[in-house]
């Protein structure tokens, strides 16, 4: 496992870090750190549900957009060092108190630790979906290596242009990453699974963050998504985008996304037939929706 991490290339970024030495682009070492470990009420219904997904945020990020919502661990890697040991624990302890799943937040960078805390949980009896929180900048052959372990993909498609893709999140590449690592996820779920319940036992959802300025690329990418997967996917359109600081460079993102914006976007979907989606209401872009990252569970 620790091999993984000497030259590592767990994401797109494939900086090549001895992590077991010192830091990747991620921010983090060979050691598995965490930052908050709860029943989560926020996400979509099928994943939520009444008693809410088991959520484990994971500290450090191979992203790191500049408008982060859950900067203090994108970006001030605010985390408690863990064993992969006491991570399964954390999955059982999730799934006592009544969790619909175990959502696994931007876990790229330790995917190896993750996947050993899984095979202990399901020795321990672990049975509820795991589901893979992701901003979409996965490498295919990490993505292999988590087949028969995830259930649900919740991966992000955050931009059409790549010109956007550099600029907020120094990433050119992303939108053929993301596109390539979408196509990943469902030729290994396939079509999408509920229970008697309406909860998602297996399934991808594709979530878009429609950003202020910019509904032409929230568009493009929803157009995309529909003329390649159809109804084979769920897509979440984002209405929560929350400045977390001025941005003197790119004004627009220092102000929340309008009704105008939003609601655009949305006649969107409707005019080229999505089906199989979630919108949010205005309400959710509050720093209340933001968890705080206290430790809580870890």
């Not at 690592?181 to 909860?199: K, L, P, R, Y």
Request: charged content about 25%; overall charge neutral; glycine content about 8%.
């Amino acid at each position: 496992m620790m091999n993984t991490y000497r030259n590592c290339r767990l994401c797109p970024r494939a900086c090549g870090a001895d992590r077991t030495a010192g830091h990747g682009f991620c921010k983090e070492t060979a050691v598995l750190r965490a930052a908050r470990a709860s029943l989560h009420m926020w996400e979509e219904p099928p994943l939520s549900g009444k008693t809410g997904s088991g959520t484990v945020f994971f500290s450090g990020c191979n992203l790191g957009c500049i408008f982060c919502q859950n900067h203090e661990i994108a970006h001030e890697n605010r985390g408690k060092e863990i064993s992969p040991e006491r991570l399964a624990e954390i999955f059982l302890e999730l799934q006592e108190k009544g969790a619909a799943n175990i959502n696994l937040v931007t876990a790229v960078h330790f995917v190896p630790h993750v996947v050993r805390a899984l095979d202990l949980a399901k020795i321990k009896g672990l049975t509820i979906p795991v589901v893979y929180n992701s901003g979409g900048y996965e490498s295919v052959d990490t993505l292999k290596r988590l087949n028969g372990y995830i259930d649900v993909y919740l991966p992000d498609y955050k931009y059409r242009d790549a010109d956007l893709a550099r600029r907020f999140s120094g990433a050119y590449d992303y939108p053929e990453v993301a596109e390539k690592a979408i196509a990943e996820m469902v030729a290994q779920i396939g079509d999408c699974v509920f229970d008697e319940n309406g909860m998602m036992q297996r399934g991808v959802i594709v979530r878009h963050l429609v950003l202020p300025k910019h509904t032409d690329d929230s568009m493009a990418v929803l157009e995309y998504l529909h003329r390649t997967y159809g109804d084979r996917i769920y897509i979440s359109i984002m209405s929560q985008y929350t400045p977390v600081r001025k941005y003197e460079k790119y004004p627009e993102l220092s102000r929340k996304l309008t009704t105008y914006e939003y609601e655009k976007v949305v006649k969107f979907t409707q005019k080229i037939g999505i089906r199989n989606g979630f919108l949010q209401s205005g309400e959710a872009a509050k720093e209340s929706f933001i968890p705080s990252f206290d430790g809580m569970g870890i």
